[in-house]
């Protein structure tokens, strides 16, 4: 069983299609004319808007690569919910030649106006967006404020004739100023945007932005100038900081629960009529219908139930597990950093390596996890890795521990990255761009890869006096700390005392070095707790060691990945006969081999079949034979009764009382298990779940 999102942006979606039913129910009507009016009038208007935003929000993060597919997945949906109304539209006589103007502009039924409000609003936000966020913004607001007189405020805009004038021609092409040219760009770019507050701020200012919002509506009601009501003066106030809070606790995603919301958004009219008409035929028009509260909770239950079953009925996707496939135990990954936390020091903290696509574990739902179990410091290689991860919504400290050219440094400080500075002449260089970055400085203690010397103590200072790098840490790398050999364990203290020492002469002179780091996954294993601010957990954090070289200490640590495949079919041999490119298998005895669906396309090693690989299958080792095919290896399993197609294979991984490990298989093949994983093909989906999986028949 997968581990359960946290989709603070899917749940909502849910409310925010309540609040739609809400308006057009009236569910206070009966009892406090005031409550409905504000329930629906004011509460209820953040609902589109928030559809808005999340539009905007996702076609941001795909940098608007996917408009197109956007706008033709919204016309598809269109043309099905006219079709679907048709009968309606008949029924109440709306099928005049007014039609086709109301199809392109206000939708053909009252909720439908959304639609063609998206279709014209979205390419005119994206247009708007090519001239930068502020720009696109500042815009999108003007063309909202024109909007706001032909809607709540349009008595008051009214009385200047020349607005009269172009509210009169407005209204001759839209019946309502809530479209897709005045109301529709703003919240996209808004969305777009994901302006992001700290959660007390955005509780602050989404709780004063709320009253402010209350006491305008109530205003301009007591005035009696609103046409309609959809647009107030705080609204957008409003859902920049109710955003930010979702956003501030937004883990995952739900998509079920976007599915259902949008068809209860659709399907709610239909239920209004069906509730209606149902009552009549019942008698129970008094509960249903002349009670707004039981009349807004059987809409509300027939929406639901009907979309509900909608769902149920539509092809269920098939599960990540074809021909191959990783398991990801993220129960494992969370124990590992509890594990491994416990390790350090009381005032360090895990920084999670999560470069090479999380060493072949999927960056994305590790870190999303491991954030959700308290890590708020990760680390990539490149400013690639750490704009995937801000794009899929995670927060806290991303590090990249390799070079950035300096001309991607407006990327840095768009996607709050901070940058490694590797040495003197690259911190001169990104700070010349002119945007303020965060960035830690690399000191060479003695690896001679990355880094500033930590003895060039003026070359230190001067990174400090670059008045466009915010100099937030500094850290160094330990070269031989996974080696227990006294020569190696000395010059490790060396390193460390060249370290601790250029960090001592640095507080002396005034330089604050921000949060330290040195330690790695071996730094862990083999040092004792450190006076650090962080310690960059790796391959440890995976729950293996990246070769069988011994360790100081033993910690409780699980294997995270699994690698499975199947079984694709059984050749039955004879002594003599041969298998796989260039006959290197020949039969001595009669034989069964079984084709297995992975190969080193997928990132195997291509030797290791003829390095003594093996595979489980039913709890049981089986060798490989032959050389490995891009697609496809072979195994015998002569000693093996009913093997079947279908039948899972392991090849990292528990499987009975059997396991194998990474680090045997990249003993076999000469390499470490770092490069072994990292190594696995994107072709290898994966498949979350929260405990080891046990395979069999």
């Excluded at 009501?229 to 739900?254: T, W």
């Excluded at 999560?354 to 490149?382: E, W």
């Excluded at 001592?504 to 949060?515: C, E, L």
């Excluded at 009382?657 to 000469?670: D, H, M, T, V």
Aim: hydrophobic fraction near 45%; include cysteine; proline fraction near 5%.
């Amino acid at each position: 069983m997968s581990a359960r999102p946290c989709a603070a942006l899917d749940r909502f979606r849910l409310l925010a299609a309540i609040l739609v039913v809400a308006v057009h129910t009236a569910p206070l009507a009966s009892y406090s004319p005031v409550g409905d009016r504000y329930l629906t009038r004011v509460l209820g208007r953040v609902a589109v808007p928030f559809f808005l935003m999340v539009s905007g929000y996702f076609l941001a993060q795909k940098e608007w690569r996917h408009t197109r597919r956007f706008l033709k997945r919204i016309a598809l949906l269109y043309v099905v919910c006219v079709s679907s109304y048709l009968p309606l539209n008949a029924y109440a006589g709306q099928l005049t030649s007014d039609f086709f103007r109301r199809l392109v502009t206000d939708g053909t039924f009252y909720h439908l106006w959304y639609f063609p409000a998206l279709l014209l609003g979205v390419p005119i936000a994206r247009w708007l967006s090519r001239s930068g966020t502020r720009t696109a913004l500042l815009l999108a607001g003007v063309l909202y404020l024109l909007g706001l007189g032909g809607d709540s405020y349009y008595g008051l805009a009214v009385r200047l004739p020349a607005l009269q004038a172009v509210y009169d021609v407005i209204f001759q092409v839209f019946t309502y100023t809530r479209n897709g040219l005045f109301f529709v760009p703003l919240f996209v770019l808004m969305g777009a945007a994901g302006q992001r507050f700290s959660r007390k701020q955005s509780i602050c200012g989404l709780s004063l932005s709320f009253l402010l919002m209350s006491i305008e509506a109530s205003w301009l009601h007591g005035l009696g100038v609103p046409r309609h009501d959809s647009m107030y003066a705080a609204l957008p106030l409003v859902m920049v900081f109710l955003f930010s809070l979702l956003l501030s606790i937004d883990q995952g995603q739900q998509r079920s629960l976007r599915d259902l919301s949008a068809l209860v958004y659709v399907l709610h009219p239909w239920c209004i009529v069906l509730i209606r008409g149902s009552a009549e035929v019942l008698g129970l028009d008094d509960l249903l219908v002349q009670n707004s509260l039981g009349h807004f909770c059987a809409v509300l239950a027939l929406s639901f139930g009907l979309s509900a079953l909608l769902l149920s009925l539509r092809p269920r996707p098939l599960r990540p597990m074809g021909r191959a496939w990783r398991e990801i135990d993220l129960e494992a990954l969370v124990h590992n950093a509890a594990v491994l936390q416990k390790a350090l020091s009381p005032d360090q903290k895990l920084m999670a390596v999560v470069k090479a696509d999380a060493y072949g574990h999927g960056a994305v739902q590790v870190c999303r996890r491991l954030y959700r179990a308290g890590i708020r410091a990760f680390a990539v290689a490149c400013l690639a890795e750490g704009v995937m991860l801000r794009k899929a919504g995670l927060r806290g400290t991303i590090l990249i521990l390799g070079y950035t050219p300096p001309e991607d440094t407006p990327l840095l400080h768009r996607w709050r990255l901070t940058q490694t500075v590797v040495d003197a002449g690259h911190g001169r260089a990104l700070d010349a761009q002119g945007r303020r970055i965060q960035v830690h400085l690399a000191l060479d203690t003695g690896m001679h890869r990355l880094g500033i010397p930590a003895e060039e103590h003026e070359a230190i200072a001067a990174m400090y006096r670059l008045s466009h790098l915010q100099i937030d840490g500094v850290f160094s790398h330990l070269n031989v700390s996974d080696s227990l050999e006294e020569a190696d364990v000395a010059y490790t203290q060396r390193q460390l005392d060249t370290f601790y020492d250029t960090i001592a002469w640095m507080r002396a002179s005034g330089y604050d070095p921000g949060r330290i780091h040195v330690q790695a996954s071996y730094g862990i294993w083999d040092l004792p707790p450190q006076p650090c601010a962080y310690a960059r957990a790796g391959i440890a954090l995976y729950g293996i060691r990246s070769d069988s070289t011994p360790i100081q200490r033993t910690l409780d640590l699980r294997p995270v990945l699994s690698l499975r495949t199947r079984v694709a079919t059984i050749r039955d041999l004879q002594p003599g006969d041969t298998a796989g490119y260039g006959r290197v298998y020949r039969c001595t005895r009669p034989s069964r081999l079984a084709v297995v669906t992975i190969g080193y396309g997928d990132g195997l090693p291509r030797e290791l079949s003829q390095r003594g690989g093996q595979v489980l299958l039913r709890g049981h080792r089986c060798p490989m034979v032959g050389r490995m095919c891009m697609d496809q290896l072979l195994i015998d399993v002569t000693d093996l009764e009913d093997v079947c197609p279908g039948d899972v294979v392991t090849l990292l991984g528990r499987d009975g009382g059997q396991e194998i490990r990474a680090e045997e298989l990249a003993q076999r093949c000469g390499t470490i298990t770092n490069e072994l994983l990292s190594r696995l093909g994107a072709r290898l989906p994966f498949l979350w779940t929260t405990s080891p999986s046990r395979t069999g028949r």
